[in-house]
């Protein structure tokens, strides 16, 4: 017989129905109360919950023609509670609260209404910095619904000009689906399957090394089914997994679903649906898809079976986590049930075959076992590793190796672990540099063969850091300053015709941790762009006629600092 264990239910489902079909949400929201941010047909190139490297989507990305300069409204009356100025991330952005107890975010702004760009100005001087973070008292920026706040633009870390438009419950900050709150799309494009992959968990751990089989599926209309027609034989503790998107009727972009059911003999035993999520889960998305497959690949495999350690609330429903046990010899129905947030569904239908396990499965650990709800410690002298609980998904094979010195390092590489077991945030790692370091153990840091400095501190002996991400490590000093280049200022430059300074600069390994720019001795506003890298001063009324002084100081995470120095005319 087949056995599927209830473990937990996280949200008790109620379900709206929508053309005719029903989506899966843990209770109603108010519709007719926002209106669309933009005086154009909605269109988007991103949806809510989309999987994206590292983190779900987090609202909807409207479309804007591909190019910045339109109006944005607010979407509900209210008042501006916050500014917020990033170098990368959403750029230029405005949070709204609204009575009703939400509060709308619009970010990617080419530049916001002079009251609200006088009030960032103003606590950039203030605090002598570009990048700013700041709330408002209700009373400050009151708000009419379809109240201009901003130009739309394509500021942070956008891919392309576009608004990204959220909205937030105000008391627990978590971002909820816009379309639930009647800002929908227009869909009557059911999702698409590309693929289906079946998990031989084996009473282990899921991992790189878990046995896994990938099977192709066809299909139109919402109906898929393997591309060579067969019963898939399964024996033991079995996880699914699925390849799926969503088009809606205003874009070709392949975006994500909304939800996905899998059900055994007809009864559901998973369920997925990006209907809300807090910002501090949206990294367990690594945990959702099969991690390992994705960085060999670039494909998008959503596991359809939870990890123990992640608590998300986009698994609203579940029996033994979604894992299924085959241990008797009949013929069972494995159905996947995807659909978008218009109701359009999507279903593909399995026969399985399931046999009697030879073996009882039993988890061995060639490594140190790292248990996901424990405090885990490695330690071997030169390498100290501490996991605590809440960062590993699922318990881990430990495994740590010595690898060649590289030229240049002040430690031999150490590998910790491998890079296919993500990480939900942080871990501390410490490792013991060569003698040789001396004086120069204050410049160390600790690089990741993969992707540079991970930063680091010398304390008792060792250089300390918190990667995010397991790896090959090992230490190296910075001892090289930052490195300016301007790109249209020289000594002695006449800018009379010019709008701006502007500047780049560049670190080697540190990174660049702060940088300064003086006209005459005082501070000027340098904005950086994230595309471009290009620092920028734009002149303003108070930089008169005649000779002035400019200096521009970029210090990196090591306190090496370059210096740059120029007299120009105006």
Known sequence: MVKVYFCYLFLCISVITAKAQDVIQSRTYPKGVFQYPLDLPPSTAGSFGELRANHFHSGLDFRTNRRIGYPVHAAMYGYVSRLRVQLGGFGNAVYLTHPNGYTTVYGHLDHLTPELAQAVRKYQYEHETFEADFKL??????VTKGQLIAISGNTGASGGPHLHFEIRDSLTEETINPQLLGLTIADQIPPAITGIGVYQLNGRPFSENTPRNFFAVAGTGGSYHLTQPQTLNVSGEIGFGIMAYDQNSSSVNHNGIYSLQLKLDGRTVYTFAVERFAFDQTHAINGYIDYPEYLKSRRWIQKCFVPPGSHISLYPQSENRGVMTFNDSLQHDVEYVVKDIAGNMSTVKLKVQSSIPKDRPVATFAGTRFRYDQRNEYNNGPVKVVVTPGNLYDDVDFMYNLLPKKPGAYSATHRIHNKYTPIHANYDLWIKPDASI??????????????????????????KAKPAAFGDFYIRVDTVAPVITPVNIRNGSNLSAVRSIALRANDNLSGIKSYRAEID?????????????IFRYTFDDNIGSGEHQFKFTVTDGKDNTAIYTASFNR
Do not use: C, M
């Open 137 to 142: 008292q209700p009373f400050q920026f009151p």
């Open 438 to 463: 001396g004086s120069l153990a204050n410049k160390a840091v600790i690089v990741n063969a993969a992707s540079g400095s991970v930063g680091g501190i010398y304390h008792d002996g060792y250089i």
């Open 521 to 533: 001795g005082k501070w000027v506003l340098l904005e950086q762009d994230y595309k471009t890298r």
